[in-house]
């Protein structure tokens, strides 16, 4: 598979094109069909990722008392389709004590979604964004980030990954065979640290090394690294100022 996987919702054409060459051409993965059982309301997946060399593509999951099923696909290469796992409900990649948290009106629209999900050694890992599928909550819940959570196998709910200096992950690269992860702490109003760490041992939280961080008026939302150079997508959350959002900064180390 190359480096990103797009799932495509015109059931005419193929669901996932692959690209090797950052985004210059396309082939289509030799998938042709969408998940057509009900699907929690939503019929669309927001993701798809490799993991212990399966393919799953999870929908929205809703924080709720039921904990749905009927909200991920798996690939199987022998038909090249996806299939709803009917076993694989929404504690499969979001905390149980997640969901269901908070007993309000908009508990049941709040819906988590798997952000840039990296398979690294034995493990997975990921930042998780939400927002609220409620018109009164709409747009204060419009992909807010939520923390980074590790996986260490299919059937164990995944863990809250603590990094030091009590920031926030964001997002994560694979780098040399070193996993890096991009963090935020905000300080008071609208001042952030941002901070780049790296690891081996993911399961490990003493073993985060911290590589570079710098003070922001806010929060990094994304970042990547090419020819030596790391760039940084400046963004924010609900009630965050706009500030210089959208902007994108680099760093040579």
């Not at 309000?104 to 990296?118: A, Q, S």
Request: hydrophobic content about 35%; aromatic content about 16%; some cysteine.
């Amino acid at each position: 598979m190359g480096n990103n996987h797009y799932l495509n919702q015109d059931i005419d054409a193929p669901s996932i094109v692959i690209t090797t060459d950052q985004g210059r051409s396309f082939q289509a993965a030799g998938v042709d069909n969408i998940p057509n059982q009900y699907l929690v309301d939503y019929n669309w997946f927001f993701t798809v990722f490799t993991y212990q060399n399966q393919i799953y593509a999870p929908s929205s999951l809703l924080r709720d008392i039921d904990n749905y099923s009927n909200t991920i696909a798996v690939y199987n290469p022998e038909t090249q389709k996806f299939s709803l796992d009917k076993n694989l409900k929404n504690d499969e990649f979001i905390p149980r004590q997640q969901l269901g948290e908070n007993d309000n009106e908009n508990n049941i629209y709040t819906i988590y979604r798997i952000w840039n999900p990296v398979e690294y050694k034995q493990y997975l890992i990921y930042p998780v964004r939400f927002y609220c599928n409620n018109d009164k909550c709409y747009e204060q819940f419009y992909m807010n980030s939520l923390g980074m959570y590790l996986k260490k196998d299919i059937g164990k709910t995944p863990e809250l990954v603590k990094l030091p200096n009590r920031a926030e992950g964001e997002d994560v690269l694979v780098i040399d065979n070193e996993l890096y992860v991009l963090a935020n702490r905000k300080l008071f109003g609208d001042r952030f640290i941002i901070y780049v760490f790296k690891t081996n041992d993911p399961a490990n939280q003493n073993s985060w090394q911290k590589i570079l961080s710098f003070k922001s008026s806010n929060k990094a939302r994304s970042f990547e690294y090419l020819d030596g150079k790391f760039y940084f997508g400046l963004g924010q959350d609900y009630g965050e100022a706009i500030a210089n959002s959208g902007d994108i900064l680099s760093y040579t180390p």
